[in-house]
């Protein structure tokens, strides 16, 4: 039986895949910052049979992150599988972004699965295996019209990702990247309170329990890269090969205020 670790599961693609795992046996130590809500997670968890550890704590802080780690740890005796997934968006323009509001994106989407993975790499040295599973976004591939501060936190999760990747090559330890495109989760509202007003995407979407799924997957067999919505793979390629056409793919699938 699996013990999994997952940030930001008190809503979205974090709390499916909790669900998902432990519907399928594993144990989940979560954590978020909404007591309340991590409860109510914990609480389908074990009404279906499944054990949770819900941790209140803010990925942004360092010192929470390792003790969220150490308790799972203690808890549980060992982790199998960490998911570096909290994480938020804001939209607009470079002038409509301000370097504070910048600063939190890096701070969550960025330092927040840094501070995770720096807590938990170690552990997984020790015993030589372990999974460490980072959920970007196709945003994190290809950047997406006023979505560029947004986009470069998820690019800077790919380049630690890799890194660590080629560095952990042989080492019985994996790790992935999950590429998930537009997912229908509270991430929406959570901008639009960021941005100061709603808006609308029109390329494709999928479901939280779509990338949960797809997660599900890649614990099962360990993939460099995942995309849940699979034809999103063709969009990465496409702008290796060429991206001043992909620039006008991108443009219509980007994001409009309502
Ligand atoms: N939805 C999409 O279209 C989409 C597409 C591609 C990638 N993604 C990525 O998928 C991940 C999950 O997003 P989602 O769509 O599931 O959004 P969501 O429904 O808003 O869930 C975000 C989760 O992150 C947690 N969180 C936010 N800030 C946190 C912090 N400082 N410390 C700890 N937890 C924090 C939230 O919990 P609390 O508020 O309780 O702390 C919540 O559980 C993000 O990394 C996002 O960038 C989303």
Not at 117 to 124: D, E, G, K, N, Y
Request: net charge positive; glycine share 10%; hydrophobic share 45%.
């Amino acid at each position: 039986m699996l013990n999994v670790l997952i940030t930001g599961a008190s809503a979205g693609i974090g709390r499916a895949t909790a669900i998902r795992l432990a519907t399928g046996g594993a144990t989940i130590a979560l954590c978020a910052r909404r007591a309340d809500r991590l409860d109510q997670v914990a609480a389908e968890i074990r009404a279906a049979g499944g054990e949770a550890l819900p941790v209140v704590a803010d990925v942004t802080n360092a010192a929470e992150m390792q003790a969220f780690v150490d308790r799972a740890l203690a808890q549980l005796g060992r982790l199998d599988v960490a998911i570096c997934n909290a994480g938020f968006g804001i939209y607009g323009t470079i002038e409509m972004i301000g370097a504070e509001q910048m600063q939190r994106l890096l701070d969550v989407n960025f330092m927040g699965t840094y501070n995770t993975a720096r807590a938990v790499v170690p552990l997984f040295r020790q015993r030589g295996r372990g999974h460490l599973i980072i959920v970007s976004s196709i945003a994190g591939k290809r950047g997406i019209p006023y979505m560029g501060a947004y986009s470069a936190t998820k690019f800077a999760q790919v380049g630690l990702a890799e890194s660590l990747r080629a560095e952990l090559e042989e080492s019985g330890i994996h790790v992935s990247i999950v590429f998930p495109v537009s997912t229908d989760t509270e991430f929406f509202e959570v901008m639009t309170g960021h941005s100061g007003f709603a808006t609308r995407a029109a390329g494709p979407r999928q479901t939280a329990a779509d990338v949960a799924d797809a997660i599900a997957r890649t614990i099962a067999r360990p993939a460099a890269e995942v995309y849940p919505y699979r034809k999103a793979r063709g969009l990465s390629v496409l702008n290796a090969l060429a991206p001043g056409f992909t620039d006008r793919i991108v443009k219509r699938w980007g994001r409009r205020p309502i």
